[in-house]
């Protein structure tokens, strides 16, 4: 079945420092994929969806460039955290379609769990 | 905009049968999902619907009425390992591509 890798699975750094997640389709290609990012006790919330070969298109409230995101192949988007702080502290989801498949659903990445200090 | 409504929590026995609802308005509709999230992981996928109706996946059965905005997740036989929180989403056009909006999630505690 699809799998979708997200990679690392957890960060912890200082403040200040740019975060990079890398976000792969193993075994198919996807012209789209999805950034998610989720507070203990909350819902997934989309930040931005990421279109291969085009820029981001963010969600309202995501500061685009505070969450830089680069979807140069079919298989890999990332998305780079710049200078973070504490309250970007989350668990960032990224979640891929299969673009041969428009009616199937969409596959999640492990996720990465970010820690500012 | 979208909303999608899902009860916060709920408590069932081991071996018992759980129906969770979820009601949605949203621009445009091009299929409901629910997802499992155990705590600290990312969702995996239990079902899709797209037509009104009943699909049934082994233990999982998921319901649809669009004209009511309705859906439910039927959960048989649970187990202890059900525990986990309970995704409803709604795919629906977005700013360049089919999104996913996700309800807050319906915590599901099993117990013996």
């Known amino acids: 079945g699809a799998v979708v890798s997200q990679h690392p699975s957890r960060v912890i750094c200082k403040s200040g420092t740019s975060v990079k997640i890398e976000c792969r389709s193993l075994?198919?290609?996807?012209?789209?994929m999805f950034w998610y990012r989720q507070f203990p006790k909350k819902s997934l919330m989309l930040m931005a969806t990421?279109?291969?070969?085009?820029?981001?298109?963010?969600e309202q409230g995501v500061e685009k460039d505070k969450f830089l995101i680069n979807h140069a192949s079919l298989t890999l988007s990332t998305l780079t955290v710049t200078s973070a702080h504490p309250e970007d502290s989350s668990f960032y989801i990224c979640?891929?379609?299969?673009?041969?498949?428009?009616?199937?659903?969409?596959?999640f990445g492990d996720g990465t769990r970010l820690s500012i200090l | 905009g979208q909303n999608i409504d899902q009860p916060t929590e709920m408590t069932a026995t081991e071996g018992a049968i759980v129906q969770i609802n979820c009601t949605y308005q949203?621009?445009?509709?091009?299929?409901l999902f629910w997802y499992q999230q155990h705590a600290g992981e990312a969702p995996t996928f239990l079902s899709y619907?797209?037509?009104?109706g009943l699909e049934e996946k082994g233990r999982f059965s998921s319901f649809l009425s669009r004209s009511k905005g309705y859906s439910y997740l039927l959960l048989k036989e649970l187990q202890m390992k059900d525990s986990a929180s309970y995704l409803c989403a709604v795919r629906a056009p977005g700013a360049g591509s089919y999104q996913l909006t996700f309800g807050k999630g319906t915590k599901l505690s099993v117990i013996p």
């Open positions: 949203t621009s445009g509709f091009n299929g």
């Open positions: 990421s279109n291969e070969g085009s820029k981001a298109t963010y």
């Open positions: 619907n797209v037509l009104d």
């Open positions: 075994d198919f290609q996807a012209t789209t």
């Open positions: 979640s891929a379609r299969d673009a041969g498949a428009s009616n199937q659903p969409q596959h």
